[in-house]
């Protein structure tokens, strides 16, 4: 429907008049400036409008709620995990990404097991500042913290950057050939450390650690060649499977927004590949990466828009494995940041903003920055709002993708704290300033230690304050979501809703998140779209249905008890996401 149609009969729902709808760091300035620095490479020459052909998710849209065709390639769907499964649940799961000493039980209160300390915690030049010299305290105080706090599944990322090994520190972090040996040496005494054999074992490590990333991200903080990193891989990983046979390797992330940003069709997204980015690789290059899967187990993808990324994004890569002989591989979606960041450096928008938003946006978010504008706390209730819809979203959408898990992040904000400098940071790279799923203080205490190299400012305690919407809505989501499934989006005659059903191999309990995205941005005082009503076989007479969480509150996210006559739920789907479970 064209922006402004409303009060459409549309007919989902055979004999029911349906509603119609209108489309239409604290103090981290060295975090901040790094994003920034990604997203300024990411909106140079994008395109601003939205690509048109974009297929249906679900190949498909049909009236009733059964027989819609899955997302996922052949074999996939099942939801058969293809890695080995983690110690709580198996199958799809959802972690936190960015922990930061101090945080980690509030966060626990998400219910996810999984989480991804900071990535400066496992640089060779902060645990290996000089050479021979090793202090890996800042890293065993946040693995224990975190290991305490329930979170007994971690990713840990090793960065070969060094003050004394990098051919040039801080810039170019492949290590000089004469310390490629002292690399792998490195590598070796990480895992050891980690993984729970009981010989060199970091001290009160609770679980061990077995998913190892090799560096940081295959963008502006690896900007060596593909052969360069092919290289430095082949060094780690046989060190990482000698030291624990049961370690899985993590490829350098992806991150290719640019290309993905709005679920383009195939041709859309070719002609993007086709335009040279300074802040990534070459689409060949990162063809190389992914083809070189003797010497990974598990393909990252850093996944920085919307939720509707990650469907092109994910089928893409399973592509290039294919034509590689490497499928399957598990894929991995991190450094999701809860939503889009909707601009960046007054050059593009980014989905759903257009370029007709990014004035009003940059006003919203300068709001966002300065506790003094007059507009300052509708500005913040609108964002979290905003974020907490997406993230829902994000995490429905990851597993019907068919990925293997996905990890939020962030967990706090990234913002100076002065408000002109947070005005312009917005300006720069949009709602990854505020980003952060709950409020924090920081500390000058670092319970393990400072940081000696790079990144001191993460090392530093953090104390924790209320949670954000955004938070509680994966306390919703993940309960409802993990575990061994497959998954389809059922189709009801209008591709602005989205319904995706997660049934589950080891239990008779199934899982229904439901949406609606009219694909436009909402900023303060737009109107919202009407919401649809639908029919949901559940096939039991009663379920529970939570509505994400939009506005800071107390207290257990509630769920109520629906009734289900003759085994069909009658709902309405708006944009916030409602989770509906059967048992």
């Known amino acids: 429907m064209p922006p402004g149609v409303s009060g459409v009969n549309i007919g989902l729902v055979p004999g029911i008049e349906q509603p119609g709808g209108r489309r239409g760091h604290g103090h981290a300035p060295g975090r901040a400036v790094a994003a920034a620095v990604t997203l300024l490479a990411v909106v140079l020459g994008a395109a601003a409008c939205r690509p048109q052909g974009t297929p249906s998710p679900s190949g498909g849209s049909s009236d009733a709620p059964s027989g ?98 990098a051919r040039t520190p801080k810039r170019d972090p492949m290590p000089q050939d004469r310390y490629l040996d002292a690399y792998a040496d490195f590598v070796g005494a990480f895992v050891e450390r980690y993984d729970g054999d009981g010989s060199g074992d970091a001290p009160g490590l609770l679980a061990p650690v077995h998913e190892y990333g090799i560096e940081r991200e295959f963008t502006g903080f690896w900007p060596p060649s593909a052969v360069d990193y092919l290289r430095l891989l082949r060094t780690a990983t046989p060190a990482v499977r000698a ?62 828009g919307d939720a509707t990324e990650l469907v092109s994004t994910l089928a893409w890569i399973r592509v290039q494995l294919l034509e590689a002989d490497c499928y399957p591989r598990p894929i991995w979606i991190g450094d999701a940041f809860p939503m889009s960041p909707l601009v960046a450096f007054d050059v593009r928008p980014f989905h759903p903003a257009t370029a007709d938003d990014r004035d009003a946006v940059v006003r919203w978010l300068g709001a966002v920055a300065d506790p003094g504008d007059v507009d300052h706390a509708t500005a913040m209730a609108w964002l979290e709002r905003e974020m907490a819809i997406s993230v829902a979203r994000k995490v429905a959408v990851a597993r019907l993708a068919g990925a293997d898990g996905i990890n939020i992040g962030n967990l ?39 940081l000696p190299y790079e990144g001191q400012f993460f090392s530093r305690l953090r104390e924790a304050g209320d949670p954000r919407p955004a938070l509680r809505a994966l306390e919703l989501l993940i309960p409802a979501v993990e575990g061994p499934s497959s998954t389809i989006r059922i189709g009801w005659g209008d591709p602005d809703i989205w319904v995706v059903r997660f049934e589950f191999e080891r239990s008779t309990a199934t899982t229904w998140v439901a949406w609606l995205d009219d694909e436009r941005l909402h900023l303060p005082g737009d109107a919202e779209p009407a919401a649809v009503r639908v029919l949901v076989e559940t096939g039991v007479p009663s379920v529970l249905v939570g509505t994400v969480p939009v506005e800071r509150s107390g207290g257990a996210v509630e769920r109520v008890e629906m009734a289900a006559p003759g085994g069909v739920l009658e709902i309405d789907v708006g944009r916030v996401p409602v989770v509906i479970t059967a048992p």
């Open 68 to 165: 819609a065709p899955s997302l996922a390639p052949s074999g996939a769907s099942s939801g058969e995990p293809t890695a080995a499964p983690v110690r709580r649940s198996g199958g799809f799961s959802v972690g936190l990404e960015y922990g930061v000493p101090g945080l980690a039980a509030a966060s626990a209160l998400t219910g996810a097991h999984r989480a991804k300390p900071a990535l400066e915690f496992g640089v060779w030049g902060n645990i290996e500042p000089r050479e021979g010299e090793r202090d890996w305290a800042p890293l065993d105080n946040l693995v224990a913290e975190y290991q305490a706090a329930g979170f007994l599944d971690l990713q840990l990322i090793i960065s070969a950057d060094s003050p004394w090994a």
């Open 243 to 304: 030291a624990d046979p049961e370690a899985q390797v993590l490829l350098v992330a992806i991150m290719a927004i640019d290309v993905f940003d709005g679920n383009p069709g195939l041709e859309e997204a070719d002609e993007r590949w086709s335009i040279d980015r300074p802040f990534r690789h070459s689409r060949s290059d990162i063809e190389a990466i992914l083809s070189a899967c003797d010497d990974y187990d598990i393909v990252d993808v850093h996944a920085l």
């Open 412 to 450: 706090e904000d990234w913002a100076t704290g002065i408000a002109p400098a947070d005005r312009l940071l917005v300006a720069g790279v949009g709602t990854a300033v505020y980003g952060g799923i709950q409020d924090r203080t920081v500390t000058l205490r670092s319970p393990g230690g400072s």
